[in-house]
């Protein structure tokens, strides 16, 4: 099972300076409309390669537009070995309506 964290949730992770690794798992033309400042990203379809760039003992929190393709890479993480995985609940489209208004949608 999935942790599912909410866009407030992240926020407030964001706002106390708490150690973890937003990892944005969209194509790189859906970046260019909007993305959250610091994520890394790994475009889904890379991740079974790339996976060695994230450290299984860090704290990783997967974000798409939606929810769905990050909730695919949260549960390839944990298969992985991965133990502490969130899935941002919504993405970043939940991030602009909730969090920060002014982002370009799509």
Not at 69 to 86: H, P
Request: with cysteine.
């Amino acid at each position: 099972m999935i942790d599912q964290l909410s866009v407030h949730d992240l926020k407030k992770k964001f706002d106390a300076g708490e150690k973890f690794v937003l990892v944005d798992v969209r194509q790189a033309n859906e970046l260019d409309i909007c993305k959250i400042a610091g994520a890394v990203h790994i475009p889904l379809h890379e991740l079974t390669q790339r996976v060695n760039e994230l450290d299984p003992s860090a704290e990783i929190v997967m974000q798409c537009h939606h929810g769905g393709r990050s909730q695919r890479a949260a549960e390839f993480l944990v298969a992985q070995g991965f133990r502490n995985v969130a899935n941002l609940a919504g993405g970043i489209e939940a991030w602009a309506v909730h969090i920060d208004p002014g982002m370009a949608r799509y």
